[in-house]
């Protein structure tokens, strides 16, 4: 791995079936990489009930903690309460004080390949989305035309004062 901080990010609240989709995502990290790998990766879990995670005995895993609340998960969906918004402000919040590499897991995820190739091309500035799901503007996916009809009303989010 690069010599720039790695990080990897998960959004886990709610229903219990996300934790147990989490835990088999983190499952299927470490058999992927030796535990000295792994240490050099700061696992960030922005989670509703961080004491799940805290109870995993010899953890091999750098795990970092956000705790959010009800309140914050809805502050973050937004006026519009947008769900996927949430994702985006998650990562805004870690980035607010850490630099490096940021990779951003959904918790149903099953690591099948090593990610320290993936996260070196992060640092080379490579960017990665999982699949491309289409033009926003022409989607006839609900939740990309309601990202899309949020796009539209505000053009102050992509630009700071």
Known sequence: ???????????????????????????????????EELSKIEIWIYTDNPEWFRS???CPLQLRFREVDKQTLQQWRGKIDFVHRVKIEALKDLSTDK??????????????????????????????????????????NPVLRKLNHYLGKDKSIYFKD
Do not use: W
């Not at 990897?8 to 030796?34: K, P």
């Not at 590499?101 to 960017?127: E, P, S």
């Open 56 to 58: 995993f005995k010899d």
């Open 99 to 140: 630099t490096g590499n940021i990779l951003y897991a959904d918790t149903d995820v099953v690591f099948t390949h090593r990610i320290d190739g993936l996260l070196h091309q992060l640092g080379n500035g490579r960017l990665y989305m999982h699949i491309m799901e289409g033009i926003v503007s022409a989607a006839p």
């Open 1 to 35: 791995m690069n010599n720039e901080a790695n990080y990897l990010v998960f959004l886990c609240y709610g229903n219990i079936g996300i934790f147990h989709e989490c835990t088999f995502a983190l499952l299927s990290l470490c058999r992927l990489h030796t535990p």
